[in-house]
């Protein structure tokens, strides 16, 4: 059996091998990265019918374009010269549809985790822009724009006066740095973001607040938020309207809330059933929000630093306004109830010193009930 000898020439036999076999993978790197390029510039993920296309990314193909060219418009987000700023966005929306990098990352088996990570950052920074934001997530600023909003309200539920329902809910995030976990550990003993929002009455997300952990209630981020302060100016400015809270809010000439020991048959009974009737759009509005956007489910949790779900979640609301525009329907296995719309049958305990302003939106309450008692 023939051996090479153990003398120079062997030495100089391994080195060479080596290097040949260096040149063979660089050379089949470069011919990978070759085969990639060409696939990104023929792949076409719009080449499908449009029931799939929503299925997959829960927008519409009209609805898909015209996100696309917002986003080149309002914001920073431009293609590479490998990859089109519509491929970017269609991988953001395959993770925010499904919460996992797998199915963008089959298509094609071009696209690295990596990279698609990195498209999805971008995508998410575009639409958390405040030209994207003040154009699609909108709370109603003039008074033409909230006698609109009232009008709408009234048509559709019977309840006067309301611009807004407003709720917190609950997404999960990953387990955060131990020196602050406890912010983020929540009643439901999950680690989470408490997001306050309020909706419209075709529920449209109106206004939204994210940068609370799960351990902070609801009243407390409602007492704290700039909608709050913006809300007890119009009622200084004499501007009644208000908007719908749960019993988790105090009672305030600007946020009506349920009275949940009213007798039954009582004008008070029927004030909270109209009042629920109507409040009931911001659970839905949960529900829809997290169904389409899978990332933000029961099922998933944000496996990201708190600063980024809140950007995720910012996201997905702009885009469930954009998907409501169009009238994108809702996934087939929807149904109108969020993981998290599980009452605690926490209620708001008011101070018990003198709180005027307690005792004058119970008064505006009253009012209400008589004025709902006629109207019903």
Request: hydrophobic residues 35%.
């Amino acid at each position: 059996m023939w051996r090479v000898s153990r003398g120079p020439f062997s030495s100089y036999f391994r080195a060479w091998h080596l290097l040949n076999t260096e040149q063979n993978e660089e050379e089949q790197i470069k011919r990978d990265i070759h085969v990639r390029n060409i696939l990104r510039k023929t792949f076409d993920p719009t080449n499908i019918n449009n029931r799939e296309f929503v299925k997959r990314y829960r927008l519409t193909k009209e609805a898909f374009d015209f996100l696309c060219q917002t986003l080149k418009e309002k914001t920073t987000l431009k293609a590479s010269k490998r990859v089109s700023l519509e491929l970017k966005v269609i991988c953001a929306l395959s993770f925010y549809a499904t919460g996992s990098y797998q199915r963008i990352v089959g298509m094609g088996k071009y696209l690295g985790q990596t990279t698609v990570s990195m498209y999805v950052r971008q995508v998410t920074d575009a639409l958390n822009s405040p030209s994207v934001l003040k154009t699609f997530i909108r709370f109603p600023l003039t008074p033409a724009e909230r006698e609109i909003t009232r009008q709408k309200f009234y048509t559709k539920y019977g309840f006067p006066g309301v611009i807004g329902c407003i709720d917190g809910s609950h997404f999960h995030i990953f387990t955060p740095g131990k020196d602050i976990e406890h912010l983020f550990f929540c009643r439901k003993h999950y680690h989470s973001l408490n997001v306050q929002m309020i909706c419209d009455s075709d529920g449209k997300i109106i206004n939204l607040n994210p940068k609370y952990g799960g351990a902070t209630h609801d009243a407390f981020i409602w007492e704290n938020s700039e909608v709050n302060n913006f809300m007890q100016r119009l009622h200084q400015n004499n501007e009644h309207t208000w908007l719908l809270g749960d019993s988790g809010y105090p009672q305030r000439p600007w946020l009506m809330t349920p009275i949940t020991d009213a007798a039954e048959g009582t004008p008070e009974a029927k004030y909270t059933t109209v009042h629920g009737q109507t409040r009931v759009i911001i659970e839905n509005t949960f529900g829809r929000l997290k169904n389409r956007w899978r990332c933000l489910s029961k099922d998933r949790t944000l496996h990201y630093k708190p600063e980024k779900c809140a950007k995720i979640i910012i996201a997905c609301s702009v885009l469930h306004n954009i998907a409501i525009d169009f009238t994108v329907p809702d996934s087939e296995d929807f149904n109108n109830h969020s993981d998290d719309q599980i009452q605690d049958n926490f209620r708001y305990i008011e101070g018990t010193g003198r709180d005027d302003a307690l005792i004058r939106g119970r008064a505006m309450r009253t009012q209400l009930v008589d004025r709902i008692n006629r109207l019903h």
